[in-house]
T-cell receptor
Framework: GQQVMQIPQYQHVQEGEDFTTYCNSS?????IQWYKQRPGGHPVFLIQ?????EVKKQKRLTFQFGEAKKNSSLHITATQTTDVGTYFC?????????FGAGTILRVKS | DAGVIQSPRHEVTEMGQEVTLRCKPI?????LFWYRQTMMRGLELLIY????????DSGMPEDRFSAKMPNASFSTLKIQPSEPRDSAVYFC???????????FGPGTRLTVL
């Protein structure tokens, strides 16, 4: 079946530093979705990428979808304490989503 | 819209007891998913429904787990009998199609002693 792998598992950064998490799929994806889960909270949808090579920005967050539609990345510029949480990527497999294991981001102020 | 509603938010029970978790999806969403989240195993899909019909229950760990969706606005996940290893956060999510964003409920934190 489809597998979605994320790296790193965990990252601890100083406030103001940049952060990147990477997602790789074992198969070509029709789209890739990104979710954020705050500590003690639930996953919340951030964005969906559909086109090969697509780049989307949300303020300090930049999302990319690879040319082969098998990988994606989320980059946060100048992290803030409000960015803490777990970031998940997810790819559709039939009518369900396969989630990566997530990257836990901690920010030191 | 109130979003996906789950109850209870917290449940503490003793091993061997029956546990029932409840979910109300967003109105108009045809798909409902039950997930379990633990530190060790991450976010696992247990089962999902389309138009109230169970489509894929391959993630249900054992016969002790069962799920129903008697109508479009209500679903239950039952564990009987519960065991300590069932302790986790259980999320319900709904969406309009398998390819679209999923809306998660706040989750039920289950502790089995």
């Amino acid at each position: 079946g489809q597998q979605v792998m994320q790296i790193p598992q965990y990252q601890h950064v100083q406030e103001g530093e940049d952060f990147t998490t990477y997602c790789n799929s074992s198969t070509t994806l029709s789209n890739i979705q990104w979710y954020k889960q705050r500590p003690g909270g639930h996953p919340v949808f951030l964005i969906q990428l559909v086109k090969s090579g697509e780049v989307k920005k949300q303020k300090r967050l930049t999302f990319q979808f690879g040319e082969a539609k098998k990988n994606s990345s989320l980059h946060i510029t100048a992290t803030q304490t409000t960015d803490v949480g777990t970031y998940f990527c997810a790819g559709p497999w039939g009518n369900k989503l396969v989630f990566g294991a997530g990257t836990i981001l901690r920010v030191k102020s | 819209d109130a979003g996906v509603i789950q109850s209870p938010r917290h449940e503490v029970t003793e091993m061997g007891q029956e546990v029932t978790l409840r979910c109300k999806p967003i109105s108009g969403h045809d798909y409902l998913f039950w997930y379990r989240q633990t530190m060790m195993r991450g976010l696992e899909l247990l089962i999902y429904f389309n138009n109230n019909v169970p489509i894929d229950d391959s993630g249900m760990p054992e016969d002790r787990f069962s799920a129903k969706m008697p109508n479009a606005s209500f679903s239950t996940l039952k564990i009987q009998p519960s065991e300590p290893r069932d302790s986790a956060v259980y999320f319900c999510a709904s969406t309009t199609s398998g390819y679209n964003e999923q809306f998660f409920g706040p989750g039920t934190r289950l502790t089995v002693l």
